[in-house]
């Protein structure tokens, strides 16, 4: 494992074929006071008609990063009835869908025979992982680069079981 973690252009910049993404918690850093979170709470949707006012630098990434020939695929694996903050995610991966990235959502109970590593995760090329923790609150508790062989093969294909029993972003209907 190493202490140095490259920012997210890096790590998608350094991507030549795949760039892959598995989400498993229910919540992430909620700010219910303040925030996208909060706004969505209150009411706001983003319209899908209006993109420049939801296109923002990370969109740019991904679709720089599709661009170039890299499939940026991510999988949510999302307990039933989901938590109010993964229907605020659903409200608004059609802009990560715009940008090219490919999504799918997993019921938790789909997975429950699946071998899962331990923490949500990037793997890029089938090789680099980087690792995403978390506080028990969901707030970030930073990041960790892995490049072992058995490690980058588990996540793997753990990310392809979820990918394929996973039901496309616009065919998943929230429950």
Known sequence: MSSTVPTFPELLGSATESAVHLEMRDSYAVDYEAGPFAQWRAGF?????????????????????????????????????????????????F???????????????????????????????????RWNYFTGDGASAGGEISTDPATAKLCAEAFEAVWQRGTPHDQYEIH
Not at 70 to 84: L, T
Not at 110 to 116: G, I, K, P, T, V
């Open 45 to 93: 949707r983003h319209d899908p008609a209006d993109r420049t006012s939801w296109w923002r630098p990370w969109l740019d990434l991904i679709q720089e990063t599709v661009d170039r020939g890299v499939a940026v695929r991510r999988a949510r694996i999302v307990s039933e009835p989901v938590s109010e903050y993964i229907r605020y995610e659903h409200s608004g991966t």
């Open 95 to 129: 802009t990560n869908v715009a940008a090219g990235e490919q999504v799918r959502w997993l019921p938790r109970r789909q997975a429950s025979d699946l071998a899962l590593p331990g923490n949500d995760f990037w793997l890029i090329d089938g090789q680099l992982i």
